[in-house]
């Protein structure tokens, strides 16, 4: 079973399918300085991720590229903090985004909409069918099934921290909180990623009624509801709690006291 410590969980399932590069200028021309080609690629999936619109994502992205050159005197001189700076800088510019949208100031998550859901009013309608296919299958890329009983704070904290790989410092500083609580956050999260993959070991199994009664017959798609439905079951079931610890085959039940000592930061 993957630990519930601070580091990035080793899984990558759901965070590693993503798009792998940002939209390029065909004519060359507008063209970003290349000290930022080491981030493009990763600001525009962060962008993606939190505006679930393509247009959209390479508009803010443009926006970020903009105001960063023109505050470059600020920008940190080590990679690690260059990256969480500019990340920290696409965060303010999506939620400023998100809140234009709901006629609000920004806030955090405001209007914000899972990988795959429709896009929101100012969608453009032009776009050819095959690349709205695309974009679609883009999107869908995005999703995190595991991921479906995590907060979103939680759920923007591992995405900076697995799929972006951004340090645990770093995650702090981009969602502009101090290092323990960051710390907390991601471990949080890990846990709950880790609960709802052991869950859905106990589905392929097939051992148990109830379970099978809660999935039915056909694939599971797994929603808020049923992951929070599969994962009461596992802690209430001996049995499936049995099943989910071997199929995990490393250590107890994710969410035991066992695994809450193991979850601690610094443990």
Sequence with gaps: M????????????????????????????????VRYEPYLDGLFTYCLSVLCDHDAATEVLGEVLAISERQYGRCPAGDGERRAWLYALARWACLRRLGERRGSRPGAHAGR??????????????????????????????????????TPEQREALELAVRHRLRARDVAAVLSMEALPAREL??????????TRAALAVVETGNCPAVAQLTGDDQVLLSSALR???????????RCRRAAERAEAAGPWPGSAASARAARPGA
């Design 186 to 195: 991601l471990n949080s999260a890990a846990c709950e990623v880790e609960r």
């Design 113 to 150: 909409r899972e990988p795959g859901e429709e896009p929101g009013a100012g969608a453009r309608t032009d776009v050819p069918p095959e690349v709205t296919a695309r974009r679609r299958r883009e999107l869908a890329m995005l999703a995190w099934p595991e991921a479906a009983g995590t």
């Design 228 to 238: 929070r439905e599969l994962v009461r079951h596992v802690d209430d079931c001996p």
């Design 2 to 33: 993957t630990s519930s410590r601070l580091e990035p969980p080793a899984y990558t399932t759901g965070a590693h399918r993503a798009p792998r590069r940002a939209p390029r200028s065909e004519s060359g021309t507008d063209r970003p300085p």
